[in-house]
């Protein structure tokens, strides 16, 4: 298996001029081990997680988009467009990938990055190092690895960048019964990105209560 490339801050440069880089930001989830309940709306630091990774994401592409099913209303002081999965049931990260692309593609965006509504300590350069990545590999995607503590790396597939272009495969493997991002994403070629130099864990994601304690004892 391909090792993942290395990005450290100083090799990160300016992209491609044409692409247009739209971003969706992943809410979906059930929050399951957080007692249910939208786990981005939860106050960190003084604000919401959700106006953290807002504040994060938003300089780095050109356009935003929620990802998130129900009651748009709840979201309402966020002043974002919102989207709801295409695919009926609970079909994971995937299906709100698959409502951002749409819609990105209606408005003439080229590519898509993804992240996790409540991880709000991603690298301020994630944009461009993913689609370095990318242009480095000949890849259509790119995917964040984490290094672990015993060595090697584990992906962390809700940290991708996706050419609009595939997202007609996209809704036909959904359809079929797909739900693990990684199973589609490797037989398509995805770079796999380290991002080194920016800071303690930047794709810390806050799932339990004691995620929580150890993101108030970080802010």
Same mark, same amino acid.
């Given at each position: ?8 801050? &100083? ?6 001029? &044409? ?8 809410? *979906? ?16 630091? /003084? ?22 099913? /129900? ?17 009926? *049931? ?17 408005? /003439? ?67 079929? /019964? ?7 994403? &490797? ?8 991002? &080194? ?23």
């Amino acid at each position: 298996m391909t090792q993942p490339k290395l990005i450290p801050p &100083e090799s990160v440069r300016p992209t491609s001029p &044409e692409a247009r880089i739209a971003g969706v930001i992943l809410a *979906g989830g059930q929050s399951s081990r957080m007692g249910g309940g939208d786990k981005c709306l939860l106050s960190l630091g /003084g604000s919401s997680i959700l106006s953290q990774v807002l504040a994060r994401f938003q300089p780095q592409v050109e356009a935003l988009v929620l990802s998130a099913n /129900g009651d748009p209303a709840r979201f309402s002081q966020f002043d974002l467009p919102m989207v709801s999965d295409s695919i009926s *049931g609970y079909a994971g990260p995937l299906a709100g990938v698959l409502a951002g692309m749409d819609w990105a593609a209606a408005r /003439g965006f080229s590519h898509l990055v993804s992240v996790a509504a409540d991880s709000p300590y991603f690298p301020p350069r994630l944009v461009t190092g993913l689609q370095y990545a990318c242009e480095v590999s000949g890849d259509r995607m790119a995917m964040v690895n984490s290094p672990r503590d015993e060595g090697g790396f584990f992906r962390q597939p809700t940290f991708a960048l996706y050419d609009i272009s595939l997202r007609d495969d996209l809704r036909d493997a959904l359809q079929a /019964g797909l739900r693990k991002v990684i199973q589609w994403t &490797e037989p398509h070629g995805c770079a796999r990105v380290v991002f &080194e130099g920016f800071g303690d864990d930047p794709f810390f994601n806050i799932n339990t209560p004691t995620d929580m304690a150890q993101a108030k004892a970080r802010t």
